[in-house]
């Protein structure tokens, strides 16, 4: 399988939508929007992304779109945030798109936030290099609940 990143196309975007209204990844990734259903609100923070200094990525698979994988944030405070499409679990995606991105953004250093459960998202961070720097709560929407999270660095 080879994985690639480009640039997000506008025809994306209704796959990006479908992909982060799936429940099990919903929940997952916890910290999501107040109300991921809303394709106005969806289509605004994309547009503003887009628009912005982010590095913004399609993830595509044999040439398919699988994901999205991003680097956006302020200088010196830049962070991570991935998604793969839930019928491509577990294949290494997201190792291997996070690889491509850091190869592309050579800015140190990059922070990441995870749910402390999503064992997955801690998991393909530390095979990137992230360390776990820091542990805070914070109101998870799609858990309706205060969850522990942990603060990752990539040092240079
Ligand atoms: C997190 C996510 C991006 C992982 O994508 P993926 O393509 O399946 O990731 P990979 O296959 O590259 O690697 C996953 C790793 O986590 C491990 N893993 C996955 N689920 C796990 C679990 N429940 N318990 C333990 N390990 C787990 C896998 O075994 C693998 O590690 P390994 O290579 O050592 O075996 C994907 O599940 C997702 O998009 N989730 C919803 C959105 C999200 O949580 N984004 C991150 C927000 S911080």
């Not at 945030?81 to 991105?101: E, M, P, Q």
């Not at 953004?105 to 402390?116: I, S, T």
């Not at 542990?135 to 309706?144: F, I, L, S």
């Amino acid at each position: 399988m080879e994985i690639a990143l480009r640039p997000v196309h506008d025809s994306d975007l209704p796959v990006f939508y479908r992909q982060m209204n799936d429940p099990e990844s919903l929940r997952m990734a916890a910290f999501t929007p107040k109300d991921p259903a809303d394709r106005d609100a969806f289509d605004a923070h994309w547009q503003r992304i887009r628009a912005s200094s982010a590095v913004v990525r399609a993830i595509l698979a044999d040439g398919d779109v699988v994901g999205s994988a991003s680097v956006y944030g302020e200088p010196g405070e830049r962070e991570v945030t991935y998604w793969v499409d839930r019928s491509h679990w577990g294949r290494g995606i997201a190792t291997a798109a996070l690889r491509a991105l850091l190869a592309e953004v050579p800015e140190r250093p990059l922070y990441a936030r995870a749910a402390d459960d999503n064992t997955g998202s801690r998991r393909v961070l530390e095979k990137c290099g992230f360390r776990v720097t820091a542990r805070a709560t914070g109101y998870a929407q799609a858990r309706g609940a205060e969850i522990d999270e942990v603060v990752l660095v990539l040092e240079g």
